[in-house]
Protein backbone atom coordinates (compact mmCIF):
# COMPACT_ATOMS: atom_id res chain seq x y z
CA UNK A 1 0.00 0.00 0.00
CA UNK A 2 1.45 3.76 -1.20
CA UNK A 3 -1.32 5.93 0.38
CA UNK A 4 0.34 7.38 3.13
CA UNK A 5 -1.88 7.15 6.31
CA UNK A 6 -1.52 8.39 9.96
CA UNK A 7 -1.72 12.29 11.14
CA UNK A 8 1.12 13.32 8.79
CA UNK A 9 0.84 12.74 5.03
CA UNK A 10 3.35 14.69 3.77
CA UNK A 11 4.66 14.08 0.21
CA UNK A 12 8.18 15.15 -0.61
CA UNK A 13 9.60 15.89 -3.97
CA UNK A 14 13.23 16.46 -4.94
CA UNK A 15 13.68 16.58 -8.71
CA UNK A 16 14.69 18.70 -11.33
CA UNK A 17 12.27 20.23 -13.38
CA UNK A 18 9.92 18.03 -15.82
CA UNK A 19 6.72 17.29 -16.93
CA UNK A 20 6.65 14.29 -13.81
CA UNK A 21 7.35 17.02 -11.28
CA UNK A 22 4.00 19.16 -12.14
CA UNK A 23 2.08 15.79 -12.72
CA UNK A 24 2.84 14.60 -9.46
CA UNK A 25 2.02 17.42 -7.70
CA UNK A 26 -1.09 18.09 -9.65
CA UNK A 27 -1.61 14.41 -7.92
CA UNK A 28 -0.88 15.48 -4.71
CA UNK A 29 -3.47 18.80 -4.85
CA UNK A 30 -6.22 16.35 -5.84
CA UNK A 31 -5.91 14.05 -3.58
CA UNK A 32 -5.24 16.51 -0.95
CA UNK A 33 -1.45 15.66 0.58
CA UNK A 34 0.33 18.44 0.99
CA UNK A 35 3.46 18.58 -0.68
CA UNK A 36 7.12 19.26 0.82
CA UNK A 37 8.84 20.88 -2.60
CA UNK A 38 13.36 20.73 -2.06
CA UNK A 39 15.68 22.11 -4.40
CA UNK A 40 17.66 19.72 -6.00
CA UNK A 41 20.82 21.43 -5.70
CA UNK A 42 20.25 21.29 -1.40
CA UNK A 43 23.35 19.58 -0.28
CA UNK A 44 22.95 16.58 2.91
CA UNK A 45 22.32 18.39 5.78
CA UNK A 46 19.57 20.96 4.38
CA UNK A 47 17.30 17.99 2.46
CA UNK A 48 17.67 15.90 5.94
CA UNK A 49 16.15 18.85 7.52
CA UNK A 50 13.24 19.31 5.51
CA UNK A 51 12.09 15.87 5.45
CA UNK A 52 12.84 15.39 8.96
CA UNK A 53 10.99 18.66 9.75
CA UNK A 54 8.12 17.56 7.63
CA UNK A 55 8.14 13.70 8.66
CA UNK A 56 7.91 12.70 4.95
CA UNK A 57 7.34 9.34 4.38
CA UNK A 58 6.90 9.05 0.59
CA UNK A 59 9.67 11.03 -1.66
CA UNK A 60 9.59 11.60 -5.70
CA UNK A 61 12.57 11.84 -7.18
CA UNK A 62 14.88 11.34 -10.10
CA UNK A 63 17.19 8.43 -10.72
CA UNK A 64 20.34 10.44 -10.63
CA UNK A 65 19.28 12.40 -7.29
CA UNK A 66 18.90 9.20 -5.46
CA UNK A 67 21.89 7.69 -6.80
CA UNK A 68 24.24 11.06 -6.44
CA UNK A 69 22.63 12.54 -3.39
CA UNK A 70 19.66 10.97 -1.46
CA UNK A 71 20.93 7.41 -1.01
CA UNK A 72 23.74 8.78 1.55
CA UNK A 73 21.13 10.29 3.69
CA UNK A 74 18.60 7.43 4.26
CA UNK A 75 19.84 6.61 7.47
CA UNK A 76 19.27 9.85 8.80
CA UNK A 77 15.62 10.09 7.62
CA UNK A 78 13.66 7.32 9.89
CA UNK A 79 10.34 8.32 8.98
CA UNK A 80 11.12 7.30 5.28
CA UNK A 81 9.55 4.28 3.66
CA UNK A 82 8.79 4.94 -0.19
CA UNK A 83 11.26 6.30 -2.66
CA UNK A 84 9.22 7.09 -6.17
CA UNK A 85 11.29 7.17 -9.06
CA UNK A 86 10.25 9.50 -12.17
CA UNK A 87 12.15 7.63 -14.98
CA UNK A 88 11.99 4.62 -16.99
CA UNK A 89 13.65 2.71 -14.43
CA UNK A 90 13.77 -1.10 -13.03
CA UNK A 91 10.82 -2.52 -11.03
CA UNK A 92 13.14 -4.41 -8.69
CA UNK A 93 15.84 -2.21 -6.61
CA UNK A 94 18.11 -3.54 -4.52
CA UNK A 95 20.69 -2.51 -1.69
CA UNK A 96 18.55 -0.07 0.08
CA UNK A 97 18.13 0.10 3.55
CA UNK A 98 15.52 -2.45 5.32
CA UNK A 99 12.16 -1.00 5.55
CA UNK A 100 12.49 1.25 2.54
CA UNK A 101 11.17 0.66 -1.18
CA UNK A 102 11.83 1.99 -4.09
CA UNK A 103 9.59 1.82 -7.09
CA UNK A 104 9.44 3.52 -10.48
CA UNK A 105 6.51 6.09 -11.61
CA UNK A 106 5.49 4.16 -13.77
CA UNK A 107 4.19 0.69 -11.09
CA UNK A 108 2.75 3.66 -8.90
CA UNK A 109 0.53 4.59 -11.87
CA UNK A 110 -0.53 1.33 -12.91
CA UNK A 111 -1.82 0.31 -8.98
CA UNK A 112 -4.72 2.77 -9.85
CA UNK A 113 -6.13 0.14 -12.35
CA UNK A 114 -6.67 -1.87 -9.52
CA UNK A 115 -9.88 -1.93 -7.86
CA UNK A 116 -8.25 -2.92 -4.38
CA UNK A 117 -5.81 0.30 -4.54
CA UNK A 118 -9.33 2.92 -5.26
CA UNK A 119 -10.15 5.13 -2.11
CA UNK A 120 -13.45 5.87 -2.20
CA UNK A 121 -13.65 8.27 -0.02
CA UNK A 122 -10.29 10.54 0.37
CA UNK A 123 -10.81 13.89 1.42
CA UNK A 124 -11.37 16.71 -1.48
CA UNK A 125 -8.83 19.67 -0.35
CA UNK A 126 -10.76 22.47 1.47
CA UNK A 127 -9.46 26.31 0.59
CA UNK A 128 -7.40 26.76 3.82
CA UNK A 129 -5.76 23.14 3.95
CA UNK A 130 -1.90 23.27 3.33
CA UNK A 131 -1.33 22.74 -0.46
CA UNK A 132 2.52 22.98 -0.55
CA UNK A 133 5.47 23.72 2.23
CA UNK A 134 8.01 25.30 -0.16
CA UNK A 135 11.44 25.40 1.51
CA UNK A 136 13.21 28.60 0.81
CA UNK A 137 16.81 28.57 -0.71
CA UNK A 138 17.84 29.70 2.49
CA UNK A 139 19.97 33.32 1.40
CA UNK A 140 20.16 33.86 5.14
CA UNK A 141 20.91 30.39 7.19
CA UNK A 142 18.67 27.18 7.20
CA UNK A 143 16.19 26.99 4.86
CA UNK A 144 12.51 27.67 6.42
CA UNK A 145 9.06 25.51 5.18
CA UNK A 146 6.54 28.11 4.23
CA UNK A 147 2.82 26.84 4.22
CA UNK A 148 0.93 27.68 1.24
CA UNK A 149 -2.83 26.60 1.10
CA UNK A 150 -4.83 25.99 -1.81
CA UNK A 151 -6.73 29.14 -1.76
CA UNK A 152 -3.37 31.26 -1.93
CA UNK A 153 -2.23 29.40 -4.79
CA UNK A 154 -4.91 30.29 -6.53
CA UNK A 155 -5.22 33.91 -5.84
CA UNK A 156 -1.45 34.00 -6.66
CA UNK A 157 -1.74 32.83 -9.95
CA UNK A 158 -5.19 34.66 -10.56
CA UNK A 159 -3.19 37.75 -9.90
CA UNK A 160 -0.21 37.06 -12.44
CA UNK A 161 -2.53 35.68 -14.80
CA UNK A 162 -4.48 39.04 -15.24
CA UNK A 163 -1.45 40.90 -15.89
CA UNK A 164 -0.65 38.74 -18.94
CA UNK A 165 -2.67 40.05 -22.25
CA UNK A 166 -4.33 37.03 -24.14
CA UNK A 167 -3.11 34.31 -22.66
CA UNK A 168 -4.51 30.43 -24.11
CA UNK A 169 -3.65 27.40 -26.26
CA UNK A 170 -1.51 29.46 -28.66
CA UNK A 171 1.10 30.06 -26.33
CA UNK A 172 4.13 27.84 -24.97
CA UNK A 173 5.91 28.01 -22.67
CA UNK A 174 9.58 27.07 -21.86
CA UNK A 175 9.83 25.65 -18.29
CA UNK A 176 13.98 25.57 -16.82
CA UNK A 177 14.15 26.94 -13.37
CA UNK A 178 14.00 25.19 -10.46
CA UNK A 179 10.30 24.11 -9.90
CA UNK A 180 10.98 24.10 -6.40
CA UNK A 181 10.91 27.99 -6.78
CA UNK A 182 7.84 30.10 -6.36
CA UNK A 183 8.02 31.89 -9.35
CA UNK A 184 8.39 28.70 -11.67
CA UNK A 185 5.78 26.65 -10.12
CA UNK A 186 3.48 30.01 -10.30
CA UNK A 187 4.54 30.55 -13.82
CA UNK A 188 3.41 26.62 -14.98
CA UNK A 189 0.53 26.47 -12.97
CA UNK A 190 -0.89 29.69 -15.03
CA UNK A 191 -0.27 28.20 -17.71
CA UNK A 192 -1.79 24.61 -16.98
CA UNK A 193 -5.27 26.47 -15.74
CA UNK A 194 -5.31 28.42 -19.19
CA UNK A 195 -4.34 25.61 -21.08
CA UNK A 196 -0.83 26.75 -22.65
CA UNK A 197 2.03 24.60 -23.79
CA UNK A 198 4.34 23.63 -21.54
CA UNK A 199 8.25 22.37 -22.88
CA UNK A 200 10.91 21.92 -20.31
CA UNK A 201 14.44 22.28 -20.61
CA UNK A 202 17.62 23.38 -18.50
CA UNK A 203 19.73 26.45 -17.87
CA UNK A 204 22.51 24.14 -19.72
CA UNK A 205 20.38 23.15 -23.07
CA UNK A 206 18.39 26.43 -22.85
CA UNK A 207 19.90 28.51 -25.93
CA UNK A 208 22.63 27.15 -29.03
CA UNK A 209 25.46 28.86 -27.13
CA UNK A 210 24.28 26.83 -23.94
CA UNK A 211 27.13 24.90 -22.09
CA UNK A 212 25.87 21.54 -22.84
CA UNK A 213 24.63 21.91 -26.74
CA UNK A 214 26.84 20.62 -28.71
CA UNK A 215 28.20 23.25 -31.50
CA UNK A 216 26.50 23.15 -34.14
CA UNK A 217 23.10 22.24 -33.23
CA UNK A 218 20.13 23.46 -32.11
CA UNK A 219 19.31 24.33 -28.41
CA UNK A 220 15.50 24.06 -26.80
CA UNK A 221 14.23 27.63 -27.15
CA UNK A 222 15.57 27.49 -30.92
CA UNK A 223 13.26 24.13 -31.25
CA UNK A 224 10.33 24.85 -28.80
CA UNK A 225 10.14 28.65 -29.89
CA UNK A 226 8.61 29.55 -26.80
CA UNK A 227 5.82 32.57 -26.50
CA UNK A 228 6.39 32.74 -22.67
CA UNK A 229 9.26 32.68 -20.81
CA UNK A 230 10.51 33.40 -16.86
CA UNK A 231 13.76 34.06 -16.01
CA UNK A 232 15.76 35.64 -13.07
CA UNK A 233 17.87 38.58 -14.03
CA UNK A 234 20.87 36.58 -13.72
CA UNK A 235 20.17 34.73 -16.84
CA UNK A 236 19.22 37.83 -19.03
CA UNK A 237 22.24 40.07 -17.61
CA UNK A 238 24.37 37.20 -19.04
CA UNK A 239 22.49 37.00 -22.26
CA UNK A 240 22.67 40.94 -22.49
CA UNK A 241 26.86 40.95 -21.94
CA UNK A 242 27.05 37.85 -24.49
CA UNK A 243 25.23 39.85 -27.30
CA UNK A 244 26.80 43.11 -26.64
CA UNK A 245 30.34 41.58 -26.69
CA UNK A 246 29.06 39.89 -30.32
CA UNK A 247 28.63 43.78 -30.95
CA UNK A 248 31.36 44.77 -30.60
CA UNK A 249 33.59 42.25 -32.41
CA UNK A 250 31.55 43.52 -35.76
CA UNK A 251 32.75 45.90 -38.34
CA UNK A 252 32.86 49.21 -37.53
CA UNK A 253 29.72 49.72 -40.37
CA UNK A 254 27.89 46.87 -38.26
CA UNK A 255 27.81 48.40 -34.76
CA UNK A 256 27.20 52.04 -36.24
CA UNK A 257 24.18 50.79 -37.84
CA UNK A 258 23.34 48.18 -34.49
CA UNK A 259 23.53 51.63 -32.36
CA UNK A 260 21.52 53.86 -34.39
CA UNK A 261 18.96 51.22 -34.98
CA UNK A 262 19.19 50.50 -30.99
CA UNK A 263 18.93 54.37 -30.11
CA UNK A 264 15.79 55.13 -33.25
CA UNK A 265 14.02 52.11 -31.54
CA UNK A 266 14.35 53.26 -27.88
CA UNK A 267 13.16 56.73 -28.46
CA UNK A 268 9.92 54.75 -30.56
CA UNK A 269 9.40 52.78 -27.58
CA UNK A 270 9.06 55.71 -25.17
CA UNK A 271 6.68 57.26 -27.62
CA UNK A 272 4.80 54.14 -27.86
CA UNK A 273 5.37 53.12 -31.19
CA UNK A 274 6.47 50.32 -33.06
CA UNK A 275 9.47 49.64 -35.31
CA UNK A 276 8.74 46.67 -37.80
CA UNK A 277 11.78 47.52 -40.10
CA UNK A 278 14.30 47.83 -37.63
CA UNK A 279 13.01 44.51 -35.80
CA UNK A 280 12.86 42.31 -39.08
CA UNK A 281 16.75 44.07 -40.30
CA UNK A 282 18.67 44.35 -37.22
CA UNK A 283 17.01 42.63 -34.26
CA UNK A 284 15.79 39.26 -35.94
CA UNK A 285 19.16 37.45 -35.22
CA UNK A 286 19.47 38.82 -31.65
CA UNK A 287 15.21 37.38 -30.94
CA UNK A 288 16.18 34.14 -32.44
CA UNK A 289 18.37 32.75 -29.88
CA UNK A 290 14.89 32.63 -27.73
CA UNK A 291 13.27 30.94 -30.43
CA UNK A 292 12.28 34.14 -32.29
CA UNK A 293 8.46 34.29 -30.68
CA UNK A 294 8.26 35.03 -27.26
CA UNK A 295 5.84 37.84 -27.16
CA UNK A 296 6.10 38.28 -23.01
CA UNK A 297 9.30 37.65 -21.19
CA UNK A 298 9.06 37.65 -17.17
CA UNK A 299 11.23 38.48 -14.86
CA UNK A 300 11.62 37.91 -11.14
CA UNK A 301 13.43 36.83 -8.18
CA UNK A 302 15.85 40.36 -8.11
CA UNK A 303 16.11 43.85 -9.52
CA UNK A 304 16.52 43.83 -13.02
CA UNK A 305 19.22 46.59 -14.06
CA UNK A 306 17.62 48.87 -16.04
CA UNK A 307 20.33 48.57 -19.19
CA UNK A 308 19.54 44.76 -19.29
CA UNK A 309 15.66 45.64 -19.27
CA UNK A 310 15.84 48.00 -22.09
CA UNK A 311 18.09 45.57 -23.74
CA UNK A 312 15.68 42.71 -23.92
CA UNK A 313 12.66 45.40 -24.81
CA UNK A 314 14.44 46.45 -27.82
CA UNK A 315 16.57 43.72 -28.98
CA UNK A 316 14.11 40.47 -28.28
CA UNK A 317 11.43 43.01 -29.26
CA UNK A 318 9.21 42.09 -26.59
CA UNK A 319 7.96 43.52 -23.44
CA UNK A 320 9.66 42.60 -20.25
CA UNK A 321 6.99 42.37 -17.35
CA UNK A 322 9.04 43.11 -14.02
CA UNK A 323 7.44 41.62 -10.85
CA UNK A 324 8.11 41.47 -6.97
CA UNK A 325 6.89 38.74 -4.66
CA UNK A 326 8.18 36.32 -2.42
CA UNK A 327 7.77 33.17 -1.21
CA UNK A 328 5.55 34.14 1.53
CA UNK A 329 3.15 36.02 -0.54
CA UNK A 330 2.82 32.88 -3.53
CA UNK A 331 5.20 34.65 -5.04
CA UNK A 332 2.61 37.52 -5.96
CA UNK A 333 2.74 41.00 -5.15
CA UNK A 334 3.20 43.20 -8.22
CA UNK A 335 4.09 42.99 -12.05
CA UNK A 336 4.60 46.17 -14.91
CA UNK A 337 1.81 46.27 -17.29
CA UNK A 338 3.17 45.23 -20.80
CA UNK A 339 3.10 48.36 -21.89
CA UNK A 340 4.86 50.35 -19.50
CA UNK A 341 9.03 50.45 -20.81
CA UNK A 342 9.74 52.38 -17.64
CA UNK A 343 13.05 50.86 -16.52
CA UNK A 344 13.74 49.91 -12.69
CA UNK A 345 10.32 49.50 -11.28
CA UNK A 346 8.20 46.54 -10.47
CA UNK A 347 4.66 47.95 -11.36
CA UNK A 348 1.83 47.88 -8.85
CA UNK A 349 -0.11 45.24 -7.26
CA UNK A 350 -1.58 42.82 -8.47
CA UNK A 351 -5.73 42.14 -8.30
CA UNK A 352 -5.00 39.72 -5.07
CA UNK A 353 -2.64 42.15 -3.90
CA UNK A 354 -2.74 45.25 -1.82
CA UNK A 355 0.66 47.27 -0.92
CA UNK A 356 1.26 49.36 1.64
CA UNK A 357 4.59 51.00 3.51
CA UNK A 358 5.61 51.43 6.88
CA UNK A 359 8.71 53.49 7.77
CA UNK A 360 11.77 52.71 8.91
CA UNK A 361 13.52 54.85 10.66
CA UNK A 362 16.82 53.69 10.85
CA UNK A 363 17.08 53.33 7.43
CA UNK A 364 15.86 57.00 7.06
CA UNK A 365 13.31 55.83 4.82
CA UNK A 366 9.54 57.62 5.94
CA UNK A 367 6.38 57.40 4.17
CA UNK A 368 6.04 61.35 4.51
CA UNK A 369 9.18 61.52 1.88
CA UNK A 370 8.94 63.50 -1.02
CA UNK A 371 8.75 63.78 -3.40
CA UNK A 372 7.81 59.96 -2.86
CA UNK A 373 6.70 58.07 -0.05
CA UNK A 374 9.47 55.07 0.85
CA UNK A 375 9.71 52.74 3.38
CA UNK A 376 9.38 48.76 4.28
CA UNK A 377 6.64 46.90 1.50
CA UNK A 378 4.34 45.22 3.21
CA UNK A 379 2.14 42.88 1.10
CA UNK A 380 -1.27 42.14 2.52
CA UNK A 381 -4.28 39.78 0.62
CA UNK A 382 -5.70 36.29 0.30
CA UNK A 383 -2.23 35.37 -1.60
CA UNK A 384 -0.52 35.93 1.88
CA UNK A 385 0.66 32.59 2.66
CA UNK A 386 0.06 30.94 6.67
CA UNK A 387 3.55 31.25 7.96
CA UNK A 388 6.35 29.14 8.29
CA UNK A 389 5.98 25.43 9.24
CA UNK A 390 6.63 24.21 12.96
CA UNK A 391 8.41 28.19 13.31
CA UNK A 392 6.54 30.05 15.16
CA UNK A 393 9.62 32.21 16.49
CA UNK A 394 9.80 33.54 12.46
CA UNK A 395 6.33 34.65 11.83
CA UNK A 396 6.67 37.61 13.23
CA UNK A 397 6.68 38.95 10.18
CA UNK A 398 2.85 38.35 9.25
CA UNK A 399 0.07 39.63 11.19
CA UNK A 400 -3.54 40.19 10.52
CA UNK A 401 -5.08 43.68 10.98
CA UNK A 402 -8.65 44.84 12.30
CA UNK A 403 -10.08 44.04 9.27
CA UNK A 404 -9.45 39.96 8.85
CA UNK A 405 -6.72 40.96 5.97
CA UNK A 406 -3.57 38.93 6.00
CA UNK A 407 -0.25 40.45 5.91
CA UNK A 408 3.72 40.00 5.63
CA UNK A 409 6.26 42.73 6.14
CA UNK A 410 9.11 41.69 3.59
CA UNK A 411 11.70 43.51 4.76
CA UNK A 412 12.45 45.25 1.41
CA UNK A 413 12.08 49.04 1.18
CA UNK A 414 10.21 50.57 -1.66
CA UNK A 415 9.00 54.06 -3.07
CA UNK A 416 5.92 54.30 -4.52
CA UNK A 417 5.57 56.75 -7.68
CA UNK A 418 2.53 59.09 -8.27
CA UNK A 419 1.10 56.38 -10.85
CA UNK A 420 0.95 53.77 -8.09
CA UNK A 421 4.15 51.73 -9.41
CA UNK A 422 6.39 50.73 -6.58
CA UNK A 423 10.21 50.38 -6.96
CA UNK A 424 12.47 48.68 -5.05
CA UNK A 425 14.75 50.72 -3.62
CA UNK A 426 16.70 48.67 -0.46
CA UNK A 427 16.62 45.87 1.88
CA UNK A 428 17.06 45.91 5.89
CA UNK A 429 19.06 43.06 5.98
CA UNK A 430 22.12 44.60 3.10
CA UNK A 431 22.17 47.43 5.39
CA UNK A 432 25.45 47.75 7.72
CA UNK A 433 26.66 51.17 9.57
CA UNK A 434 30.41 51.55 8.79
CA UNK A 435 32.59 53.03 11.99
CA UNK A 436 32.17 56.29 11.09
CA UNK A 437 28.50 56.17 11.09
CA UNK A 438 27.30 55.80 7.11
CA UNK A 439 25.16 53.59 6.26
CA UNK A 440 26.13 51.37 3.48
CA UNK A 441 23.32 49.60 1.49
CA UNK A 442 25.28 45.80 0.03
CA UNK A 443 22.46 45.27 -2.25
CA UNK A 444 22.30 49.14 -3.73
CA UNK A 445 26.20 49.01 -4.24
CA UNK A 446 26.08 45.48 -6.40
CA UNK A 447 22.73 46.40 -8.00
CA UNK A 448 25.38 49.26 -10.02
CA UNK A 449 28.38 48.03 -9.90
CA UNK A 450 26.48 44.69 -11.88
CA UNK A 451 26.42 47.06 -14.87
CA UNK A 452 30.46 47.60 -15.22
CA UNK A 453 31.14 45.06 -18.37
CA UNK A 454 33.85 43.59 -16.39
CA UNK A 455 31.72 42.40 -13.65
CA UNK A 456 30.01 38.72 -14.07
CA UNK A 457 28.53 39.11 -9.99
CA UNK A 458 30.03 40.67 -7.10
CA UNK A 459 29.42 40.63 -3.49
CA UNK A 460 29.86 43.69 -1.48
CA UNK A 461 31.02 43.18 2.40
CA UNK A 462 31.83 45.57 4.92
CA UNK A 463 32.48 45.26 8.93
CA UNK A 464 30.65 47.75 11.32
CA UNK A 465 33.93 48.31 13.07
CA UNK A 466 35.49 49.33 9.76
CA UNK A 467 35.81 52.61 7.50
CA UNK A 468 35.50 50.56 4.47
CA UNK A 469 33.53 48.79 1.87
CA UNK A 470 35.43 45.69 0.25
CA UNK A 471 34.29 43.33 -2.56
CA UNK A 472 34.48 39.40 -3.96
CA UNK A 473 34.32 39.86 -7.84
CA UNK A 474 33.90 37.36 -10.52
CA UNK A 475 34.94 39.02 -13.29
CA UNK A 476 34.27 38.46 -16.68
CA UNK A 477 36.75 36.11 -18.55
CA UNK A 478 36.77 38.34 -21.98
CA UNK A 479 37.00 41.81 -20.76
CA UNK A 480 39.31 40.91 -17.82
CA UNK A 481 42.00 38.90 -20.54
CA UNK A 482 41.91 41.97 -22.48
CA UNK A 483 42.63 44.10 -19.60
CA UNK A 484 45.70 41.86 -18.88
CA UNK A 485 47.27 42.31 -22.50
CA UNK A 486 46.58 46.10 -22.39
CA UNK A 487 48.48 46.24 -18.25
CA UNK A 488 51.17 43.71 -20.09
CA UNK A 489 50.04 41.11 -16.83
CA UNK A 490 50.35 37.63 -17.86
CA UNK A 491 49.74 33.95 -16.44
CA UNK A 492 46.47 31.55 -16.89
CA UNK A 493 43.04 32.72 -15.23
CA UNK A 494 43.70 31.31 -11.88
CA UNK A 495 47.07 33.24 -11.42
CA UNK A 496 45.41 36.52 -13.62
CA UNK A 497 42.41 36.39 -10.37
CA UNK A 498 45.26 35.92 -7.76
CA UNK A 499 47.49 38.52 -9.27
CA UNK A 500 47.79 41.65 -6.95
CA UNK A 501 48.64 44.44 -9.63
CA UNK A 502 45.21 42.31 -11.83
CA UNK A 503 43.31 43.31 -8.22
CA UNK A 504 44.23 47.06 -8.44
CA UNK A 505 43.80 47.52 -12.09
CA UNK A 506 40.18 45.97 -12.02
CA UNK A 507 39.31 48.32 -8.35
CA UNK A 508 40.56 51.38 -10.77
CA UNK A 509 37.64 50.13 -13.51
CA UNK A 510 35.47 49.70 -10.77
CA UNK A 511 35.80 53.35 -8.79
CA UNK A 512 34.90 54.77 -12.21
CA UNK A 513 32.23 52.57 -12.67
CA UNK A 514 30.88 53.45 -9.10
CA UNK A 515 30.88 57.03 -9.69
CA UNK A 516 29.61 57.07 -12.68
CA UNK A 517 26.53 55.30 -10.99
CA UNK A 518 26.70 58.65 -8.66
CA UNK A 519 27.42 56.21 -5.52
CA UNK A 520 28.81 58.11 -2.58
CA UNK A 521 32.55 57.63 -1.68
CA UNK A 522 31.90 55.80 1.16
CA UNK A 523 29.97 53.13 -0.95
CA UNK A 524 33.16 52.53 -3.14
CA UNK A 525 34.83 49.31 -2.75
CA UNK A 526 38.46 50.20 -1.83
CA UNK A 527 39.59 46.80 -1.94
CA UNK A 528 38.93 43.58 -3.97
CA UNK A 529 39.79 39.80 -3.83
CA UNK A 530 38.93 38.54 -8.08
CA UNK A 531 37.17 34.73 -7.90
CA UNK A 532 38.41 32.41 -10.46
CA UNK A 533 35.22 30.49 -10.19
CA UNK A 534 31.81 31.51 -11.31
CA UNK A 535 29.02 31.37 -8.24
CA UNK A 536 26.15 28.87 -9.18
CA UNK A 537 23.55 27.25 -7.20
CA UNK A 538 25.68 24.29 -7.24
CA UNK A 539 28.52 25.96 -5.24
CA UNK A 540 26.18 26.79 -2.66
CA UNK A 541 27.12 30.44 -2.75
CA UNK A 542 23.80 31.94 -4.60
CA UNK A 543 20.36 30.44 -4.15
CA UNK A 544 18.36 28.90 -7.20
CA UNK A 545 17.08 32.49 -8.17
CA UNK A 546 21.17 33.64 -8.00
CA UNK A 547 20.61 35.81 -4.90
CA UNK A 548 24.18 35.87 -2.87
CA UNK A 549 24.25 33.92 0.08
CA UNK A 550 26.29 36.28 2.09
CA UNK A 551 27.04 34.15 5.18
CA UNK A 552 28.36 31.54 2.82
CA UNK A 553 30.42 34.14 0.97
CA UNK A 554 31.27 35.35 3.88
CA UNK A 555 33.12 31.90 5.15
CA UNK A 556 34.56 31.53 1.43
CA UNK A 557 36.37 34.13 1.71
CA UNK A 558 37.28 34.94 5.48
CA UNK A 559 40.81 34.60 4.85
CA UNK A 560 40.51 37.48 2.01
CA UNK A 561 38.39 39.65 4.43
CA UNK A 562 41.40 39.23 7.06
CA UNK A 563 43.94 40.45 4.55
CA UNK A 564 41.83 43.31 2.83
CA UNK A 565 41.23 44.78 6.43
CA UNK A 566 44.74 44.31 7.36
CA UNK A 567 44.74 41.30 9.58
CA UNK A 568 46.98 39.26 7.86
Request: aromatic share 10%; glycine share 4%; charged share 25%.
Given at each position: MLRPTGAHNN????????????????ACFMQNFPLVTLYSTLGGPAITHGLNETEVSHIITSRELLETR?????LEVPRLQHIIVVDDTPTEWHGYPRGISVHNMATVQGLRT?????CQGHKQPMPSDIAVIMYTSGSTGIPKGVMISHSNIIAGITG?????????ENDTYIGYLPLAHVLELSAELVCVAHGCRIGYSSPQTLADQSTKIKKGSKGDTSVLQPTLMAAVPEIMDRIYKNVMTKVEEMSSAQRTLFTLAYNYKLEQLSQGRSTPLCDNLVFKKVRSLLGGKTRVLLSGGAPLSAATQRFINVCFCCPVGQGYGLTETCGAGTISEMWDYSTGRVGGPLICSEIKLKDWVEGGYHITDTPTPRGEILIGGPNVTMGYYKNEAKNQDFFVDENGQRWFCTGDIGEVHPDGCLKIIDRKKDLVKLQAGEYVSLGKVEAMLKNCPLIDNICAYANSDEMYVIGFVVPNQKHLLSLAEQYLIRGSWEELCDNAAMEEVVLQVITEAALSAQLERFEIPRKIRLSPDPWTPE?????????LKRQQLKSKYQDDIERMYGGK
Open positions: IAIFCETRAEWVIAAQLKFILKPENVMAERIPNLGTGLVTEAFK
